[in-house]
């Protein structure tokens, strides 16, 4: 997107987790106990890092969720306000621990997460309801399902009500009602999510244009499949097709996919085509992979110009 371009709305309904992070040299086997390296914790969860990623890329942003009542809280709450994102649909539950997601993170910049919900499980329709007028003026709806499924149902419900197009991120995944896949403008999954939402083995590129056509079988408008360092796979409405991803040296894969998420948004609903959308989407996640952390790592607009991404 054009810095002078006008900032698309992006309504962001979902997750913000404490990130406590353990360095290791590579993930631990079912039963080990590992002696890791350095810990930290960093601002994440799926819905506030993909705000924060279509922020950092010139999006207007709002967010839907809730934060427990504790220094984890107010924490996850500065960030998105030195972010510029509207928290005014961010909901403090004090009787609540906020989210926290226990992350392990390998030399070669893979991760196991494990994420306990905390206030977040507390996100309600009432709360999109208090919302609702700011889901119909927005220009994308983006939701995943760190929060409760009805609670996005709902949000989405609205959406499509209103004509604003709808970003569902369906991770962690889970099994979907058929009434929804008809609402969603865009899927945005990876293999992992594909395969469950499908039933089939998705490995690649000819599985998940095979996953990808079960879906759009479902009532999905556009599919996405992110396949890592393998590209990704479009097809729908729009057309379909192949990206390859830029080749970058992985520090850390955490809020990789937001960071798609939140950059394709922007991009698509300031009006560029499905292609044009992915290839910055790509690069703002490759961005992302080089660097540690959720928020942290995730890429600025000045960034992203042409050629600004070192590749290996
Ligand atoms: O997608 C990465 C995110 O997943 C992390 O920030 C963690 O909080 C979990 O929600």
């Known amino acids: 997107m054009s810095s002078s371009a006008v900032a698309p709305l992006i309504v962001v309904v979902g997750s913000a987790n404490m990130d406590l992070v353990v360095h290791a040299s590579r993930l631990p086997l079912r039963g080990e106990t590992l002696l890791g390296e350095r810990f930290e914790t960093v601002n994440g969860g799926k819905g506030a890092n993909q705000a924060v990623a279509a922020?950092?890329?010139g999006g207007t942003v709002a967010m839907v969720g809730c934060v427990g009542g504790d220094?984890?809280?107010?924490?996850?709450r500065d960030a998105l306000h030195r972010e510029r994102i509207d928290g005014a649909h961010v909901h403090t539950i004090a009787s609540q621990p906020s989210g926290i997601a226990s992350i392990t993170v390998g030399r070669d910049g893979a991760n196991s997460i494990v994420v306990a919900p905390g206030a977040n499980a507390c996100v309600s329709t009432a709360h999109v309801d208090a919302a609702a007028d700011l889901i119909a003026r927005a220009d994308m709806l983006i939701g995943q399902l760190e929060v409760p499924l009805?609670?996005?149902?709902?949000?989405?419900?609205i959406a499509a009500r209103n004509g604003t197009p709808v970003l569902l991120n369906p991770a962690p995944a889970q099994p979907l009602?058929?009434?929804?896949?008809?609402?969603?403008?865009?899927?945005?999954?990876?293999?992992t999510e594909a395969a469950l939402l499908t039933?089939?083995?998705v490995s690649g590129v000819p599985c998940a244009r095979f996953a990808a056509d079960a879906l759009l079988g479902k009532g999905v408008r556009n599919v996405i499949v992110t396949l890592g360092a393998q590209g990704a796979i479009w097809a729908g409405a729009q057309g379909s097709g192949y990206m390859a991803a830029p080749v970058v040296r992985v520090v850390d894969t955490t809020a990789a996919g937001d960071t798609f998420a939140g950059g394709f948004a922007v991009v698509r609903a300031s009006g560029a085509s499905m292609q044009q959308s992915i290839a910055f989407?790509?690069?703002?996640?490759?961005?992302?992979?080089?660097?540690?952390?959720?928020?942290?790592?995730i890429p600025f607009l000045a960034e992203l110009e042409e050629d600004?991404?070192?590749?290996?």
């Open 55 to 57: 922020a950092r890329v």
């Open 71 to 76: 220094a984890f809280g107010a924490s996850l």
């Open 150 to 157: 009805a609670t996005i149902a709902h949000a989405i419900n």
């Open 177 to 191: 009602p058929d009434t929804l896949y008809r609402q969603i403008d865009y899927l945005l999954v990876n293999e």
């Open 199 to 201: 039933g089939l083995h």
């Open 281 to 297: 989407a790509q690069r703002a996640a490759a961005a992302s992979v080089t660097r540690a952390g959720a928020q942290p790592s």
């Open 308 to 312: 600004s991404i070192s590749e290996v």
